[in-house]
């Protein structure tokens, strides 16, 4: 079993939707909690992180982080066709005395127009 | 545009060869992450380095190996490459922990 959890998808939903992405893991270790976005053939790009339980919200992107039960989702509001991407949950653990990445498989979204 | 670069974008090569992949961090990062994305395993940690000096060791195979050098540039060199080791190479660099950037990646073909 994999420490991130996240289904590849393809999710696939009409311009202006609210979008729901998801993670669950099993480390309790992890301590940061982030959200890139990778466009086909570039590198991932971090669009947000968190430490705490709760919700964080920048524009139309809100991330909330449950540690209770171990799971994390992003939501896109009035999502648009730039949105389109893989979007991938990533966790930091104490690794080697430093933060180490571990990544989901990554959700690929499609927003229709 | 993240400011990390990474040459060569493509590289197809043979089993058994070795290759070296390069990596510029973005100006002032002293950090530097080589990442191994494939289908089946997703995005993996390969190896950090900070200021010349290797920091973490993730799941980086014998096979490869990376350096640091005085400009900050970075290699990794990859050897008796192997069918299984066709993949994305990203690197990232950062200034603490917490926001790492990504170059483009370079895309290896291992025929």
């Known amino acids: 079993q994999k420490e991130v959890e996240q289904d590849p998808g393809p999710l696939s939903v009409p311009e202006g939707a609210i979008v729901s992405l998801n993670c669950t893991y099993s480390?309790?270790?992890?301590?940061?909690f982030m959200w890139y976005r990778q466009y086909s053939r570039k590198g991932p790009e971090l669009l947000m992180y968190?430490?705490?339980?709760g919700n964080k919200e920048d524009g139309r992107f809100t991330a909330q982080v449950d540690k209770s039960s171990k799971y994390i989702s992003l939501f896109i509001r009035d999502s648009q066709p730039s949105d389109s991407a893989t979007y991938l949950c990533?966790?930091?653990?104490?690794?080697?005395?430093?933060?180490?990445?571990?990544f989901g498989q990554g959700t690929r979204l499609t927003i229709n127009p | 545009d993240s400011g990390v670069t990474q040459t060569p974008k493509h590289l197809i090569t043979a089993t058994g060869q070795r290759v070296t992949l390069r990596c510029s961090p973005r100006?002032?990062?002293?950090?530097v992450y080589w990442y191994q994305q494939s289908l089946d395993q997703g995005l993996q940690f390969l190896i950090q380095?900070?200021?010349?000096?290797?920091?973490a060791k993730g799941n980086i195979l014998e096979r490869f190996s990376a350096q640091q050098f005085p400009d900050l540039h970075s290699e990794l060199n990859l050897s008796s490459l192997e069918l299984g080791d066709s993949a994305l190479y990203f690197c990232?660099?950062?200034?603490?922990?917490?926001?790492?950037?990504f170059g483009p990646g370079t895309r290896l073909t291992v025929l």
């Open positions: 380095y900070y200021n010349g000096e290797e920091r």
């Open positions: 100006s002032g990062d002293l950090s």
């Open positions: 968190t430490y705490s339980s």
């Open positions: 480390n309790s270790a992890f301590q940061y």
């Open positions: 990232a660099s950062s200034v603490g922990w917490d926001e790492q950037f």
């Open positions: 990533a966790m930091t653990e104490p690794f080697q005395g430093a933060q180490k990445l571990v």
